[in-house]
């Protein structure tokens, strides 16, 4: 088939070479800079420009832009497409775009949709870092919109096909809800926990703990500070509910409590073990 | 030369088989568990046991038990060394063991000694995970007692032998207040993550930044409330920081402060730039 990718960037990017890679599909291309359209084509990672000619043949039509700038960049390619296309959006929160989509759907009526997130990502963007093995053994949520169990076995074939572990579908507010916790809070504990002054001091001190739990300090501000706000009832609950996790050493430590610490760490412990699901990635 | 091994857990195992890997010199092990010594001796990773004749022999002797046990495990050896043998220690603070070992210096004044830390680690523990690469280019930190530059030139020299990447000789107060944050703090963090609700639900919903900050809430809870406890005016401070820090976010989230969020994101990814060197493992 034909597949469409509007933004180009560390996950669009990616999604194309992967395509390119692991299926026969034709892939067509779009970015907002130019140069990119040219890197993307010159290395292969598309077959052709998406412009107003091709996106009538396309039968996916995938969205991997800034959440802020997603209804602006999709909206010019939605009367174009023949019916029955599927689009499918790659932005990290859920809510705000499955209910446009539902609006929209309501002047494209036969417009299928999935809001879709791809668990995958890196601390770097664009084009320049994006990899046909990003999604290697990821899970890919989907929230349909419009569609039919024929769809969904349709879309869930095609992501497998590209090489994802599993295809989840769920509700916007299950999807923002957990993603709150397993993505966001993460990238804002990272983030945090570089302002310690002790991290200026950290080479030859520093291993493996270190380096996991500050990878993902280094973000996009503008886009983590969107999909944050976007989502900042469930993001806020989850960060106070941390805060008020970590009190709990804190008072151990101030009392000097070794049997309750050690407790505390092997409650802790014990979650990790029980909730570590191998086939996760 | 002749080199003892006290305790064959993850740290001592990984550093008996490095050595038996990288370099010519000989092990001598032992373990409070006769089955792990057995099984050090039966994958070749000591040459033999370390008893009360093999320690005459020894020219350095390493002690990676944990540290609540780190005297009892040393004091039977030390009245057995030759004159000019190296002993180190290879426990997660540094305090407490080089206070111990300065006093014991004044009984044994020809000892020279040692307070180690190999920055290299896993969220597992025992001979069974032990690997002959858990060292490879990581970093090894050292506070001498009673020793001078030729006997630094010789240890730093082994080090590098084996593999590491580098040699940093420090204070004590230095190592303890550094290590609170690069890594007592990180597994705190970690650990206190996962008591989030929302863990239980995070399969399917997680990629790379949950795997990497949750890694380390798996661990030895024993070891790590005595490792805390020993250190914990400075790790209580840098906790304090850490809530501190997290509280601006949970600020600029309820105020709804896109500009805010996005500058306090944009400058924990400054720092996380500022400070990533390279060369650390």
């Known amino acids: 088939m034909n597949i469409g990718v509007i933004g180009l960037g560390l996950i669009g990017g990616s999604f194309a070479k992967t395509i390119k890679k692991n299926t026969q599909h034709k892939v067509f291309g779009y970015d907002i800079n130019s140069v990119t359209v040219l890197k993307a084509q010159m290395t292969n990672a598309i077959d052709g420009v998406l412009d107003e000619n091709a996106v009538k043949d396309v039968d996916l039509l995938v969205v991997a832009t800034n959440p802020d700038v997603f209804l602006s960049a999709v909206e010019k390619y939605l009367p174009l497409l023949k019916s029955g296309a599927i689009v499918v959006d790659f932005c990290g929160t859920k809510e705000k775009i499955v209910a446009t989509m539902k609006l929209l759907s309501n002047t494209y009526n036969d417009l299928k949709f999935y809001g879709g997130h791809p668990m995958a990502g890196r601390e770097f963007s664009g084009f320049d870092r994006s990899t046909s093995t990003l999604f290697a053994k990821a899970s890919m949520i989907l929230v349909p919109v419009n569609t039919d169990i024929f769809d969904n076995d349709f879309i869930k074939k095609f992501f497998l096909e590209l090489g994802f572990l599993e295809v989840v579908f769920t509700t916007s507010e299950n999807h923002d809800k957990v993603i709150a916790y397993t993505s966001q809070l993460c990238h804002i504990v990272s983030n945090a926990f570089i302002k310690n002054k002790t991290s200026q001091k950290h080479y030859g001190y520093s291993a493996g703990s270190y380096k996991d739990l ?68």
């Open 214 to 281: 500050t990878r993902v300090a280094r973000l996009d501000s503008e886009m983590w500070s969107t999909l944050m706000l976007e989502n900042k009832e469930n993001l806020y609950s989850e960060l106070c509910e941390f805060i008020d996790n970590l009190q709990e050493y804190k008072q151990a430590l101030e009392k000097g409590d070794k049997a309750l610490l050690k407790q505390i760490l092997q409650e802790g412990s014990d979650i990790k073990i029980a909730t570590d699901f191998t086939k996760s990635k």
